[in-house]
């Protein structure tokens, strides 16, 4: 028995999405820890490749191919981490799509897409899990996917950003609900050089710089938190792991060198009026008391550094 706590031997997991990028580097991360794990994607040929990557370095999975969402497609996870490897011990919630526009331009379908993948995806996968896990009477962790646009909002992202912050919600609210059974819940919220993020203007030419052989420079990797997909990965094993059984409830943020906590949302300024307030005493006080300093939204510009 090994007494590495970070030592995933025996567990088995499942990560939607994990056919590439984010969700394949945490795949074979939590494979590389010890856990047989349930590959998700929704093509079949590139689950079938990660399974292969994952085996040619020692792990074990296996690939489900579905599209992530409908309690069914939850169920059929779950039902293939048992049927293969005996039992469910984490759920990482990755899969994800993006329909980016404005608000004037959005569509219904763009709204309902996004979040039928991010949010009910994350739901109906969380509550399968969480009911075989209660099931099992041993504990486990689920963890889910989220993201800056999620805390701070993003333009352009109006369905991707509220899906998020959904998740962000869940996290705590599923931690209170999940504690007597040792199950824990957690968000990790990356930043790294993906399909989703390597077009952004500033960073991009020094991602086609590290695509080329060379390292991201310190003011991206410790000033941006920005690094490869693998770079994210080391915090799924250790939230999976007996290491973090005191860990929920919490939105950590990784990405290149930087690992952060992010705040919940409380009360930034309170004011008091005997009474109550009025539309007109509101007004009078405002800017000398509540509105004195507004919240600030947005992902923050990066920093370049100066030519």
């Known amino acids: 028995m090994s007494h590495n706590p970070t030592d995933?031997?025996?567990?088995?997991?499942?990560?939607?999405?994990?056919?590439?990028?984010?969700?394949?580097?945490?795949?074979?991360?939590?494979?590389?820890?010890?856990?047989?794990?349930?590959?998700?994607?929704?093509?079949?040929?590139?689950?079938?490749?990660?399974?292969?990557?994952?085996?040619?370095?020692?792990?074990?999975?296996?690939?489900e191919t579905v599209a992530v969402g409908t309690a069914e497609a939850a169920d059929?996870?779950?039902?293939?981490?048992?049927?293969?490897?005996?039992?469910?011990?984490?759920?990482?919630?990755?899969?994800?799509?993006?329909?980016?526009?404005?608000?004037?331009?959005?569509?219904?379908e763009d709204f309902d897409a996004v979040v039928g993948v991010h949010l009910r995806g994350t739901f109906t996968c969380a509550r399968a899990a969480a009911v075989r896990m209660r099931e099992q009477g041993e504990g486990g962790r689920l963890i889910l996917v989220g993201s800056p646009a999620g805390q701070r909002g993003n333009f352009g992202q109006t369905n991707y950003a509220a899906a998020k912050a959904g998740i962000a919600a869940m996290v705590r609210t599923w931690s209170m609900e999940l504690s007597r059974s040792a199950i824990?819940?957690?968000?990790?919220?990356?930043?790294?050089?993906?399909?989703m993020t390597e077009t952004i203007p500033a960073f991009a030419p020094y991602v086609e710089a590290m695509r080329g052989g060379e390292p991201l420079p310190d003011f991206l990797r410790k000033g941006e938190g920005f690094g490869t997909p693998e770079d994210c990965a080391a915090l799924i094993p250790f939230?999976?792991?007996?290491?973090?059984?005191?860990?929920?409830?919490?939105?950590?943020?990784?990405?290149?060198?930087?690992?952060?906590?992010?705040?919940?949302?409380?009360?930034?300024?309170?004011?008091?009026?005997?009474?109550?307030?009025?539309?007109?005493?509101?007004?009078?006080?405002?800017?000398?008391?509540?509105?004195s300093a507004p919240q600030t939204v947005g992902i923050p510009a990066p920093k370049l550094p100066e030519v």
């Open 76 to 108: 059929r996870l779950v039902a293939r981490a048992v049927d293969s490897f005996g039992r469910l011990d984490v759920m990482v919630t990755n899969a994800g799509i993006l329909r980016d526009r404005v608000l004037w331009k959005m569509t219904d």
């Open 184 to 195: 824990t819940v957690n968000a990790i919220v990356p930043v790294a050089a993906t399909a």
């Open 239 to 291: 939230l999976a792991s007996a290491a973090a059984a005191d860990v929920t409830g919490q939105c950590i943020g990784i990405g290149g060198d930087r690992l952060a906590l992010w705040s919940h949302p409380q009360e930034a300024a309170v004011a008091f009026a005997d009474g109550g307030w009025t539309p007109d005493t509101i007004a009078a006080a405002w800017h000398s008391t509540v509105g």
């Open 8 to 63: 995933l031997t025996g567990k088995v997991a499942v990560v939607t999405g994990s056919g590439r990028g984010l969700g394949l580097a945490y795949a074979a991360a939590l494979a590389r820890a010890g856990a047989a794990v349930v590959i998700n994607d929704v093509d079949l040929e590139t689950a079938e490749q990660a399974v292969k990557t994952i085996t040619e370095q020692g792990g074990q999975a296996v690939a």
